[in-house]
């Protein structure tokens, strides 16, 4: 029986032994371990802080040729060639003008036909417009030459017959009633007798042979000339003293010395007849001889009295009838020289109205001519430039509306963009930097450059354009979201940097020296305080910190930590267990990784 009990007690051990190490094992596997609870943590560290502003962008030439369609036409044209894109001009092709684009223009040709079949019609209608005009032109002249003639011897006529100076006192009377101030309208005293004073007190003196242009006549109203409302008395002038040398003097004259001379023979045989009567009384003379001496006294009176009839009929009514005569002929020249000069200025306005007409309509057909033939040289563009060949406007990444993609056969209409050849020697980059970031960057600061394609190239450049308005091209996709558009020029001049390539950019605002630095994750913000979790072997402690500036990796701990503190990366989960998603979604709201931390606490 003592044998037996030594294998079974020996069993019991082993079995108790082999549930205490499942127990064991049990409890050390459900355990986690303390590392894995408190997670990953960081050793604060004290050096340079380098403050940036980290952006990612597109690479862009700073300069370009962008060269547009040029069609004017509603439905656009037709692409018919185009060299491929990324093509690269070189000086030989701007040299040889090489042919880029070339543009459907049989529309252009056959408007170009149209238009000049039109143009030489407006052409010979302008000819005969100026030929026109230039024969209105003369013919005014002669027109008015003529009817200044008339003038010139109507007033001949009238000085030939009322002499020098009884015209000119009898013209002083006459009230011409001419336009005042209007010197085309009046009798030209150039061309009227010399020296004749009254014609130039009723027509101005700067008046002059040339005919009346119509852009220096004003329209007048007034009527045409009129002679005085009470007719002149030419019976002061029947006198031979007054009349001068003229006709009328002449006739005067003669129908005084008939009467002169009627008086004197009546005088004569009135003597001679007394003598007879006193010779007849004494006997000496017959009867017949007296009888005859009183007939011829008789005869001499009547001879008297129509001498003096003849004068004064020619004083009452010959005289001034011709004299009224001569000066309304002399009136009537003076109203069709004024009717000839107003038809003059009529009729040359209405030949330079058809003139004006045909070279507008020239001037413009013309124009129109030209802009076609503009046109058709523009639907061949040529190499000016040297550069990269981009389609479209180069910058665009999409495109608008009904808007083809260019390449041949697309539609291109006016104002878009064919293409664009960049300036390879001047490259830049355009980030968008968020408004939180944009009042740090200013303009000059330099930046760090990385091209995805070219990781280990560092390029250097500069900040050249800081935008002042936000981005409107995120309007409608983000309202919210405020960026500024950015521009970086790059440094030096390299092959291998091509329009389109994506690169990040760090802008460097500031580097500050020798401080105590963790990163952004460390920080957490809690009851609007700014709180790091400290780490000592298993314990954690939360202490409160005062922050600084910071970059896209790390922040400056003013107080609250020092060299060598070990803290958490993230805020420790309680003993219970995880912690709950709420504090967890607060944490990272109000962590400095998520949200930039103002830059003192």
């Known amino acids: 029986m003592q044998k037996n009990s030594k294998p079974g007690g020996q069993r019991k051990l082993a079995a108790i032994v082999i549930v205490t190490a499942l127990a064991i094992g049990a409890y050390l596997w459900l355990k986690p371990p303390v590392a894995q609870k408190l997670g990953t943590t960081f050793v604060v560290k004290r050096g340079n802080l380098p403050i940036n502003v980290v952006e990612g962008g597109s690479v862009e030439a700073l300069e370009s040729q962008e060269i547009r369609s040029e069609y004017k036409g509603y439905q656009g044209t037709k692409i018919l060639s185009i060299v491929e894109e990324g093509y690269l001009v070189t000086e030989e092709d701007v040299k040889n003008e090489k042919v880029l684009v070339e543009l459907d223009s049989s529309e252009l040709k056959q408007k170009i036909t ?21 024969i209105q032109y003369n013919q005014n002249k002669s027109d008015i030459k003529s009817a200044e003639q008339k003038v010139r011897f109507a007033r001949m006529d009238l000085e030939k017959f009322l002499g020098t100076e009884a015209t000119e006192d009898v013209i002083s009377q006459m009230t011409l009633m001419y336009p005042a101030g209007d010197t085309n309208d009046a009798i030209p005293s150039a061309l009227l007798p010399t020296g004749s004073k009254a014609i130039a007190a009723v027509t101005p003196n700067n008046v002059t042979t040339d005919v009346p242009q119509p852009s220096t006549v ?21 006198k031979v003293e007054l009349l001068g040398d003229g006709e009328a003097m002449q006739k005067l004259r003669k129908f005084e010395d008939d009467l002169l001379v009627a008086k004197s023979e009546h005088g004569l045989s009135q003597t001679q007849f007394e003598g007879t009567r006193r010779l007849s ?19 001499n009176d009547l001879k008297v009295q129509t001498a003096a009839t003849a004068r004064d009929l020619f004083i009452k009514y010959e005289f001034p009838k011709a004299a009224e005569e001569f000066l309304s002929k002399y009136e009537e020249a003076a109203r069709l020289l004024d009717r000839t000069r107003k038809e003059a200025i009529s009729k040359l306005a209405q030949a330079e109205a058809k003139l004006k007409s045909a070279e507008g309509r020239h001037r413009i057909e013309k124009e129109q001519r030209d802009e076609l033939q503009e046109q058709l040289a523009k639907c061949v563009i040529r190499a000016k430039k040297t550069g990269l060949v981009v389609y479209g406007g180069g910058n665009e990444n999409f495109y608008y509306g009904g808007q083809e993609q260019i390449r041949e056969g697309a539609t291109v209409r006016e104002r878009q963009p064919i293409i664009t050849i960049p300036d390879m020697t001047q490259m830049s980059i355009k980030v968008k930097i968020h408004e939180s970031h944009i009042k740090k960057v200013k303009k000059g600061m330099k930046a760090r450059i990385r091209v995805d394609a070219f990781p280990d190239e560092v390029l250097t450049g500069e900040v050249i354009k800081v935008g002042v308005l936000p981005d409107s091209q995120n309007r409608w996709m983000n309202p919210d979201l405020k960026v500024y558009v950015t521009s970086i020029k790059i440094d030096g001049v390299r092959d291998w940097v ?53 970059n896209d990796e790390f922040i400056e701990i003013k107080s609250g930590l020092k060299e060598g503190d070990k803290v958490l990366l993230r805020a420790p989960v309680s003993d219970a267990g995880a912690a709950s998603p709420e504090k967890e979604e607060s944490t990272r709201e109000n962590a400095p990784a998520a949200t930039p931390a103002p830059t003192s606490a």
């Open 498 to 550: 091509k329009p389109g390539m994506s690169a990040k950019v760090e802008v460097l605002i500031n580097e500050l020296a020798d401080v105590v630095q963790v990163p952004l994750q460390a920080v957490h913000t809690e009851s609007n305080s700014k709180v790091a979790y400290l780490v000592d072997g298993t314990r954690t402690e939360r202490r409160v910190i005062e922050i600084g500036e910071f």
């Open 218 to 238: 004003t329209s007048s109203t007034n009527q045409p000339a009129t002679a005085t409302k009470a007719p002149i008395d030419f019976s002061k002038y029947a």
């Open 114 to 134: 149209t238009q000049d079949i039109q143009f030489q019609s407006t052409i010979a209608s302008l000819t005969e417009a100026k030929q026109s005009y230039d």
């Open 281 to 299: 009384e004494k006997g000496f003379v017959t009867k017949n001889t007296l009888a005859n001496e009183e007939i011829a006294v008789k005869k």
